[in-house]
């Protein structure tokens, strides 16, 4: 079975600063890998993605994430932080034969002006 | 496309009564749609696999009774909270699985909070 680990709980950055937010996976194979980002009372919304090919992943609202199967790991950063990145991130693995997604247990991001 | 709507957004009822909620994919077809409960602070917990036409498929320690599921079309499933507890007071979110060639994605609803009194 496949778990996901966010070891920060809680991260606070300065608006226009830089951003990484870790993600280590476990999975037999290799994973399908998602960044996926929750407003305050609200579903989630997919940053990225990773099936195969460049472990570096561009995504939505200038995220990226890499893969590096060395580590199990899928961060994903931010050059630049705005205040409206301020919201709950979650990394998720997927299975490649059920299609079942499990989620870390998020990382709360703070924006400070 | 890929937009998965679920109603009621939001809802409240006393104790000992049933809920349904609603996850409709608007634009793709769906076989497979998926149940998670979100605690607050907390990760989502993937409840059940609902599946078109047949019946759904449980994880592990959720009450099949208490979580009634069922997936009539390949464009809506239900999830019926059954004599409901302040204690399944919990944050909702359905996905669907939109089918075609590669890997097939997750679309997710925007949430249904139920809070029971």
């Known amino acids: 079975a496949q778990s996901v680990t966010q070891p920060d709980i809680h991260i606070t950055v300065s608006e226009g600063a830089s951003l990484e937010l870790r993600c280590n996976y476990s999975?037999?194979?290799?994973?399908?890998l998602f960044w996926y980002v929750q407003s305050p009372g609200q579903g989630l919304q997919l940053l990225l993605k990773y099936f195969s090919g460049d472990t570096l992943v561009q995504g939505i609202k200038g995220f990226e994430a890499e893969f590096k199967r060395s580590q199990s790991s899928f961060n994903l950063r931010k050059p630049s932080v705005h205040w409206s990145d301020a919201a709950e991130y979650f990394c998720a693995v997927g299975a490649r034969n059920d299609y079942k997604l499990s989620f870390g247990a998020g990382t709360t991001v703070t924006v400070r002006a | 496309g890929a937009v998965v709507s679920q109603h009621p957004s939001r809802v409240i009822c006393k104790s000992g009564t049933s809920v349904k909620i609603e996850c409709r994919s608007l634009d793709f077809q769906a076989t497979t749609m998926f149940w998670y409960r979100q605690f607050p602070k907390k990760s989502l917990m993937l409840m059940a696999t609902s599946n078109e036409g047949s019946k759904a498929t449980y994880e592990q320690g959720v009450e099949k009774d208490k979580f009634l599921i069922n997936h009539a079309s390949l464009t809506l499933s239900t999830l019926t909270v059954t004599s409901a507890h302040p204690e399944d007071s919990s944050f909702y979110i359905c996905?669907?699985?939109?089918?075609?060639?590669?890997?097939?994605?997750?679309?997710f609803g925007p949430g249904t909070r139920l809070t029971v009194l």
């Open positions: 999975y037999g194979a290799t994973p399908y």
């Open positions: 996905s669907a699985r939109r089918e075609g060639r590669g890997y097939n994605e997750q679309f």
